[in-house]
DNA sequence: CGCTGGTTGCGCACGCTGTTCGCATGAAGG
DNA sequence: CCTTCATGCGAACAGCGTGCGCAACCAGCG
C-alpha cells in the first residue's frame, strides 16, 4: 500500500491534501498491459474492468486512459504482448513436419495458457497488425515457403484454422472447469453421469469404456492426444500436396 | 405501433391507465428468441440488450424475464434454434466424402448468416446440450460411424475443429466488412496498400498477385475455394485413416 | 529564484448494461 | 363475486466504458 487514497475529506480543501508519491513505477502503458494480462488469467475474459484495472495498479479507472486510447486497444496490446510466447522453428529446419508440429504445440500452451486469447482474436478478425503478431506469422510463411508448399498461405490457413478450433475448444472447457473450481478429473466425474443419461437416446453419441476410464485420471493426456491425433491427420493431408 | 407506452403521466391515475392490450401474440419464448436472432444477425452481438430487445417487443425489458432466466440462457436458446439449420445427410449416404462435406458447408453458410454463431460457442465450451444441437452431433456421428472409422468422434473433432475455426475466422472477418459499410471487394481494395505496405518487411508475408486480383473481383468465390481446399486436406489425411 | 507550459493522475458525471423486487393488471376457476 | 395465478413493468441497484476539466507535478527558461 504505497499510497493511501483514502476519499477522507469531501470538503475540497487545501490542507488536507494528499501528496503525490513518485516512489513506484507509476503508471506505464507496459505495466498496465501486463497487469491487465495478469488479471485475465487469473479471473476470465470478463472480470477485467478499467475501474478493477486501475484499482490493482493504484491508480484511478481513468488514468488508465492516458497510456491506453480505449479498453479494445488495451485487449489487442495484450494479445499481441503474448503472441510474442509462441515458438516457431527456424526456416531451415530439416523435418518440416516436426516444425510445423512444434510451432502448432506452441500455440496451442499459449492459447491455454491465456484462455482469452482465441476469443479476442475471434471477436476481432484480421485488425490484429500488431508487430509480435505479424513476426508469427512471416515466421510461419517462412517456415511453410521453406518445406516447400508452391502456395504456403493455402497450407498456412488450413493448419491454423485446425489449431484454432481445437484451441478454441479446450479453452472454452478449461475456463468452464476452473469456474467449478474442482480439479478436471473430479469436474468430469461428477458430470459422467449426466452425459451418459443425455447420450442414451442417440445411439451413435455413446463414450467408449476406455476413454471415460482415460478422461476421468490422465484428462491432460487425453487432450494432448486428441491434438495431435487432428493435427497429423492434417498434415498428412498436407504432404500429400508437396510437389515430390 | 399497437401499444403506446408513453410515460405521459408521472402521476398514478386510474384513469390514465393503459389498457391490457392481448391482440398481439403477447410475448412467449418463441417470440423472444427469434426477435434476438433477427437483432443478433442485423447488429451484431454487442448490439443486443435486453432493454432494446423488449422495445423492439413493445414490452419492457424486465418483462422478458418470465419466459427467459437470464441473458446467457437467451444465448443458448438462440443458438439452438440456429442449430436447426445445419443439414446433415443422413448415415447410408453412398459417398462419406461428399456427404461430409456438405455437412462442413452446411455450417459454415449457418455460421457465416449468423457470425454470432461461433463466438457463442466459443464462449461456453460443451454446456451447449440444446435438442437441436444434441441432433446435430448425433446426425454427425452416426454419419463417421458408417463412413466406417473406428474412432469416429476423434474424426468428428478433428474435421469440426477446422471447419470451425475457419468459420469463426470468416465470420469475424465478415462482421469487420458489414462495420465498414462498404462491399467486401470495395473493402479489400481500400486496404489493401496498407495491407502491402505492412508487409514489404516481411518476406514471406507478400501477397500473389494472382490472389490480390481475385480479392478485389471475387471475394466470396475465394473464400469458398480456400474453405473447401483445407476441408479437402483434412478429408485426404482422414482417408488414409479408414480401413481399408 | 520564479514562471510557464506540458504531462500525468483523477473525481465527477453521463448513459448504458443485466438483473431483482414488489406492485398492478387481467384471466381463470370456484 | 371472490380468490388465485400468471404476466407485464416501473423503479432501483451495482457495475460498466469513457469524456471532461481541474489539480499536481516536472522541465526548461528567464
Redesign the pocket.
Known amino acids: 500500500m504505497t499510497?493511501s487514497?483514502k476519499?477522507a475529506a469531501?470538503i475540497?480543501s487545501?490542507w488536507a491534501?494528499?501528496?503525490?508519491?513518485?516512489d513506484q513505477p507509476?503508471?506505464?502503458r507496459e505495466a498496465i498491459v501486463r497487469e491487465a494480462i495478469a488479471m485475465l488469467d487469473a479471473d476470465g475474459i470478463e472480470?477485467?474492468?478499467?475501474?478493477?484495472?486501475?484499482a490493482r495498479?493504484?491508480?484511478?479507472?481513468?488514468?488508465?486512459?492516458?497510456?491506453?486510447?480505449?479498453?479494445?486497444?488495451?485487449m489487442e496490446l495484450a494479445v499481441d504482448e503474448v503472441a510474442a510466447e509462441i515458438h516457431v522453428p527456424p526456416a531451415d529446419s530439416p523435418d518440416w513436419r516436426a516444425a510445423v508440429t512444434e510451432a502448432a504445440g506452441s500455440f496451442r500452451t499459449t492459447a491455454l495458457r491465456h484462455p482469452w486469447l482465441t476469443l479476442v482474436l475471434g471477436q476481432a478478425g484480421l485488425a490484429y497488425l500488431g508487430p509480435n503478431y505479424m513476426s508469427f506469422s512471416e515466421r510461419l510463411a517462412a517456415l511453410f515457403t521453406a518445406a516447400g508448399f508452391p502456395e504456403p498461405s493455402r497450407a498456412i490457413e488450413t493448419v491454423f484454422s485446425y489449431v484454432m478450433g481445437m484451441s478454441n475448444a479446450e479453452a472454452a472447457w478449461l475456463t468452464t472447469v476452473a469456474r467449478s473450481g474442482e480439479t478436471e478429473a473430479d469436474f468430469i466425474a461428477r458430470l459422467m453421469p449426466a452425459a451418459q443419461r443425455a447420450a442414451a437416446d442417440h445411439t451413435h453419441l455413446a463414450i467408449p469404456h476406455a476413454e471415460v476410464e482415460e478422461a476421468t485420471t490422465d484428462p491432460v493426456a487425453l487432450r494432448d492426444m486428441k491434438f495431435a491425433y487432428g493435427l497429423e491427420v492434417v498434415l498428412d493431408g498436407l504432404a500429400l500436396r508437396l510437389p515430390k
Open positions: 499510497r487514497t476519499k469531501p475540497p487545501v491534501r494528499e501528496q503525490r508519491r513518485s507509476a503508471l506505464s472480470a477485467l474492468s478499467m475501474r478493477k484495472l486501475g495498479l493504484n491508480a484511478g479507472a481513468t488514468s488508465l486512459y492516458r497510456h491506453v486510447a480505449t479498453k479494445d486497444e488495451l
